[in-house]
Every structure is written in C-alpha cells, then in structure tokens.
Nanobody, 125 residues
C-alpha cells in the first residue's frame, strides 16, 4: 500500500509559478512510475506528467510541455512538479498517482494503482 499526500497548490495569477510536491509513504517508490493528473471543473481527469520508475526522461502532456518540469527523489520518496507560466486553463485539482512498474503508455490512460486526494491550483486572469 502506498499513501500519497500532495501539497503546494494555491492561487496564482496567470504567468506565475507554483511548485507541487507529493510525499509517498508505506513503500519505496523505486519500482513505481509516479505521475500527476488533473481534473478541471466539469471536465474529465487528464494526464499531466509522469516519471518512469527506471529513471528515463519524464513524459508530459502536450498542453504543459515546456512549462512544467517533473522530478523525482527516490531517496526521499517524493516527487515534485515545477509549474511555470501558468494559464487560466491550468486551473484544476492536481492528483499524484503511483503505478507499480507501469509503462508510460499505461500511465497516460490513467491506469495507476494509488492516488492522492489532490491539491487545488487556481490561476486567475
């Protein structure tokens, strides 16, 4: 069992930055692909970014490429995501997720094993 707790959400103006963090407990994340998803009001949950358990380069949704940077620290059992040049359309609840030995293609479809409760990011115009 992996317990995930997100932090770092908040209110920011368009063009601003935020850093989200996700702390994992209960099991080392070394064999877990870690990812962020988000769900905007009235919309379905969507993939944002993923860091494969093998350490290969992270994968990003096209909508956040070049603006968001995902990193993982297996020694601290945490992941973080730096979000720059935030736009109003980035407003959503952001969820941390863990998938045991998941491929990046499987992650993109939402097939994860554990989920956090989410942190709200609100971007104002």
């Amino acid at each position: 069992q992996v317990h995930l707790v997100e932090s770092g959400g908040g209110l920011v103006q368009a063009g601003g930055s935020l850093r989200l963090a996700c702390a994992a407990s209960g099991h080392p994340i070394t064999t877990y692909t870690m990812a962020w998803f988000r769900q905007a009001p009235g919309k379905e949950r969507e993939f944002v970014a993923a860091a494969h358990w093998s350490g290969i380069s992270p994968s990003y949704a096209d909508s956040v490429k070049g603006r968001f940077t995902l990193s993982r620290d297996d020694a601290r059992n945490t992941i973080s995501m730096e979000m720059n040049n935030l736009q109003v359309e980035d407003t959503a609840v952001y969820y941390c997720a863990a998938g045991h030995l998941k491929s990046l293609s499987a992650v993109a479809t939402g097939g994860m094993d554990y989920w956090g409760k989410g942190t709200l990011v609100t971007v104002s115009s």
